[in-house]
């Protein structure tokens, strides 16, 4: 009966059949029935899948059973094998196909509209920048004009009102501002008219850094712009808040205006204000930028020329369209500034006169000596003295108070102590972070800074017996052929942490500002050998150690790429990848001089034969100078910070021997020393080199170039602009007059200062500079350097004897030639604007 019921292929269907509580049961399989037994063999998981139906077909079955017959059913499972047969993936994996399409394309929708939502930011940024541009380019008086008479929605209704309301240039002016668009003539090559107009009552500044390039001469150009940004960041700010226009700045000159586009009867009044407000504002930052910047930095000032008149202002098309000023009020104002003085506002007659009309007479001050301008002879000039509150009538320039300066020296030295700090603070960093990263040991982090903290570890290691001299011995004794200094280690430089995240502890710091104020307080009040050279030289010493660039390592890079990093740090000869051979450097040229007398060691030998005994006669200020300061970094108070510059016994010896290498390179006079250095020389860049091991000869090479590098930084104002030798070459002259007055020297530098200079350059300071060449790995600093040296050999010949005239002219009358000048305005009193 069960046969031929399912077709061939179907398999796993039991068929039980209750035949009056009797129990068989049957597989199909295809068209085959397969009887299994009696009893109910069906597999009970399958339970809830049973389907049960009568045998036969009856109209009323309970009236059967009731009769007493026998109803016959059949209970139909399926089986494992049907399960097995039928059971497919397919659903869910199509389920998830289209769950992983749609995912898809939600990502896609969400990643198209984060695109996008980026590329307006972007566009908007550039937007905004633009804006910005043209807002410091073009006064914003313009569009404010614009903006409040502005009312049609309808472009075409909007373009012909400005038609019949814009009368003159000067609306066209705003309108191309505002909109871009301009409705005049084609003319001369542009099919637009030129927007310019005349304004009659104006007042132009120029404000000039005097001395700005010879200190830039002997900065990083990254230093340069941070002191032109933020000098103009804050000339902008006090010209926002006093309604000054800003016209551009050319180099280290401001041009800014008052009075235009709208005329304005206080134009000078608050072109005065401004000029007075920058004044101050620039000495204030010049003296806080030095502590980040350097020697002379506090020292720059600016000069500062007014003057009122009509001038021709408008929009300059072009590929870089700019808003320009012309006239002969520029001209005027450019010529008020050149002839002006340091620290001093310098005002034209008519701008004089505009402030008297304002009744701002106790502003003035007339100028005692003639001006000679170009194009109008002798004018009549005038100081700006901004004093608010004071009334009064016309001062004179004799009733000026100067500034007390009594102090002024002192907080100079202060500053370049905060300069030295800084640029030590960032060496030990650089030591600490290697020293981390060599050590392979986690490094404890701050968790409010997220930045590396090294602490002071107790060491019982006596560090008199790594920086002392042995008994008998001198510093010249511990002079080396050659400096062993470390191999580069790849694997320390990928595991290195950013130096800037290290945090030094206070006692280290607090250490480090107490060691370099005691140094600098050991240097005499010498005209040349000072603190201040000293700061010269670090900063001379730190600027060629910067231009030497020293081999980055990647976190993925291969073992082929630590081969060539390795090969990059041997073209360097390992000076910049070891942070304690940069510190030791750095420490030298702060050291150097210190206690120097202010005479050569000739003349030291004979005043103090004791001390010449001790160091056998030789590089005798050289080795006092040492022997102090590192007798001072022993001292127990300094424990902190030795630790910190030195961890071990080779780092302490190796330091020793690069302070000892490197200070007693600045004595050029010892025959011996320059003999062994000559013979270095030729050994290591000489065609006929002698064949020696490879790392001797990087470490030779390494040797050299650290001792040619302070040699050239000692001696650094002779390779530097103009004024800047000037400078130290009057303080050198008046350290040997000096010397001389006081029966300490036999020759007048008079006598022979002329020629020496001359010699000095072609047989020392010239070949110095070609050597910083020949090594290599300086850079573009070398060629600077032979540049600068060259040209001021030129200038010494053409001018020399007139400047020895002028020197010796000026320690007669007891001034300076090349000394900044100093204003006669007082810096102290508050700027206060007074309401217009």
Known sequence: YFNNLLPQGVEGINVVMDACEQYFTWEIQGSQAVFLGQDDQHDSKYEKYRFESTFGNYDDTQRVQDAGACVFTVNVYPTQTLEDEYRTATPAIATALVAVVFAFMIASF?????????????????????????????????????????????????????????ASDNRRIQDFLKTGDDDGEAVGGHHKKPMADLFLETTVIFADV??????????????????LESLYAKFDEIAKRNRIFKVETVGDCYVAVSGLPQPRQDHAILMARFAHAIRIAANRLMKNLEVTLGPDTGDLQIRIGLHSGPVTAGVLRGER???????????????????????????????????IAQNKQHWVVKRSDAVEIKGKGTVETYWLNVKPGAHGSVGTAASQER???????????????????????????????????????????????????????????????????????????????????????????????????????????????????????????????????????????????????AP????????????????????????????????????????????????????????????????????????????????????????ALQNTICESKEEKARFRQLVFQTVLATDIADKDLKTLRNARWENAFSTEAVEEDPRAS???????????????????HTMQHWHVYRRWNEAFFRECYKAHEDGRAEKHPVDFWYQGEIGFFDFYIIPLAKKLKECGVFGKSSD???????????????????????????????????????????????????PV
């Not at 050149?338 to 034209?348: R, Y």
């Open 110 to 166: 969400f990643a198209y509209d984060a695109y996008q939502r980026r590329r307006s930011e972007k566009v908007m940024a550039n937007a905004a920048r633009s804006n910005a541009v043209v807002t410091s380019l073009f006064p914003d008086m313009f569009r404010d004009k614009i903006l409040g008479n502005e009312s049609s929605t309808d472009e075409g209704s909007t373009k012909m009102k400005k038609k019949t309301y814009y």
């Open 210 to 227: 005097v001395g700005f390039t010879a200190w830039s001469s002997v900065r990083e150009p990254s230093q340069v712009f941070t002191l």
């Open 321 to 355: 369209a700019r808003f320009q000023l012309f006239g002969d009020t520029m001209n005027t104002t450019a010529r008020l500034e050149s002839t002006g003085q340091a620290n001093k506002i310098h005002i034209s007659k008519e701008t004089a006169e505009a402030l």
């Open 403 to 549: 500034p007390d300066i009594s102090a002024d020296g002192d907080l100079k030295k202060e500053r370049l102590i905060d300069w030295q700090v800084d640029v030590f603070t960032n060496l030990l960093k650089q030591i600490v972070s290697l020293r981390e990263a060599k050590n392979s040991k986690s490094p404890k982090r701050n968790s409010s800074t997220d930045s590396l903290e090294t602490t002071t570890k107790a060491v019982s290691v006596d560090n008199s017996k790594h920086f002392a001299l042995e008994a008998g011995k001198t510093c010249l004794d511990e002079v080396k052929e050659i400096i062993e200094l470390p191999e580069f280690d790849a694997r320390a430089a990928r595991k290195q942490q950013n130096p800037e995240d290290v945090v030094l502890s206070s006692e280290v710091l607090s250490q480090l500002r107490d060691y370099i104020s005691c140094i600098a307080h050991m240097y005499r009040e010498n005209a040349f050998h000072n603190f201040e050279h000293a700061c010269h030289v670090s900063m001379s010493v730190k600027k060629l150690l910067s231009r030497i660039v």
């Open 552 to 639: 980055d390592i990647e976190e993925d890079e291969s073992h082929i790429k630590e081969k060539a990093a390795a090969a990059a740090h041997d073209h360097t000869y390992g000076i910049t990848s070891d942070p304690l051979t940069q510190f030791a450097v750095v420490f030298s040229a702060l050291i150097h001089d210190v206690d120097h007398v202010g005479v050569p060691n000739t003349q030291l030998a004979e005043e103090n034969p004791s001390l010449a005994a001790t160091f056998h006669e030789k590089s005798v200020a050289e080795q006092n100078s040492i022997v102090l300061s590192l007798d001072l970094l022993m001292d127990g108070c300094y424990s």
């Open 698 to 716: 990087v470490n030779r090479k390494a040797t050299i170039v650290i001792e040619h590098l302070i040699q050239a930084s000692d001696v650094s």
């Open 784 to 834: 600077e350097y032979l540049n600068y040296a060259m040209q001021n050999r030129k200038e010494w010949e053409e001018r020399g004897q007139e400047v020895v005239a002028e020197m010796l002219e000026a320690i007669q009358t007891g001034s300076s030639h090349v000394e900044d000048a100093v204003g006669d305005l007082a810096e102290t009193e508050p700027f206060e604007e007074e």
